[in-house]
């Protein structure tokens, strides 16, 4: 089965499954847990400055646009596309993250284990610094692509605060420590393994400063469609190359975002 995801800002989600032929799973956001950063009007846009004509106009959180006046939920225009075209969709109740105690309690866990594993004498030492490395990093494989060929500007390679290229892909094995409640599990190394795939995709509307969009603009403020598209169908590619290299039968795909 292949999971499908988008996460816009106002803290909904949206999953298109093919396990379940033709079904869209819309996880709403809670009622009762109102998000002060979005306007009531319009939600899903960010009123900002235009960067160019320095005028107030609305940001969209979802698509990137920008407009005069937010033009409603864009979530909800989506959906209702889906409907027109007869996909079926099923709407949920938004799951709430674990108490503030809890968040802790794993927080400084997850770090005392991570201490163990490497024989560090504590977090943040220097990953040169470890004694051991566990098994399973010897399986982690890099998927690099050198960008040659690509339709944006830039540079495509890892540089600086980028640990990985813009079309690169790393796949490395993993095991769960937590369940779905937050609850320890148990097993150590008997634990069964699972490839997680790390990719990025291109920035160009995270923010009306987002990084990749100047690479990707064939003027001030006007995105490159053709540009853009052709370069995240190579990373697309890439990265259903690395999970038919590892192996894997099943893929959960989370939201592919831009941040």
């Not at 709403?28 to 009531?40: I, Y």
């Not at 698509?63 to 596309?81: F, N």
């Not at 809890?102 to 004694?131: H, I, M, W, Y």
């Not at 995105?223 to 370069?231: G, K, P």
């Amino acid at each position: 089965s292949l999971l499908l995801g988008v996460a816009p800002a106002d803290g909904a989600s949206m999953v298109v499954t093919a396990g379940e032929p033709n079904t869209v799973i819309h996880s709403a956001p809670a009622a009762d847990v109102p998000n002060p950063s979005l306007p009531a009007q319009g939600v899903g846009w960010k009123k900002i400055q235009h960067p160019v004509s320095g005028k107030a106009c609305h940001f969209s959180l979802v698509s990137g646009e920008m407009r005069e006046e937010p033009m409603g939920d864009p979530i909800a225009e989506v959906l209702q596309d889906l409907k027109g075209a007869r996909v079926h969709v099923k709407e949920l109740r938004r799951l709430r993250g674990p108490p503030e105690d809890v968040r802790n309690s794993v927080r400084d866990g997850t770090k005392s284990k991570v201490c163990q594993e490497l024989g560090l004498l504590e977090f943040g030492q220097p990953v040169s610094e470890a004694l051991v490395m566990p098994p399973l990093c010897k399986s982690t494989c890099l998927f690099h692509d050198s960008g040659e060929g690509m339709h944006g500007n830039g540079i495509a390679e890892a540089n600086g605060e980028f640990l990985l290229g813009r079309f690169d892909v790393v796949a490395l094995p993993a095991v769960a420590d937590f369940d779905a409640g937050w609850r320890f599990i148990k097993g150590g190394a008997n634990k069964s393994p699972f490839w997680v795939l790390h990719a990025a995709a291109l920035n160009v509307g995270e923010s009306e400063n987002a990084p990749d969009f100047k690479d990707y603009a064939f003027d001030i403020n006007r995105l490159s469609l053709t540009s853009y598209i052709e370069d995240m169908d190579r990373i697309f590619e890439n990265i259903f190359h690395a999970v038919a290299s590892v192996g894997a039968k099943d893929v959960i795909w989370f939201p592919f975002g831009m941040g």
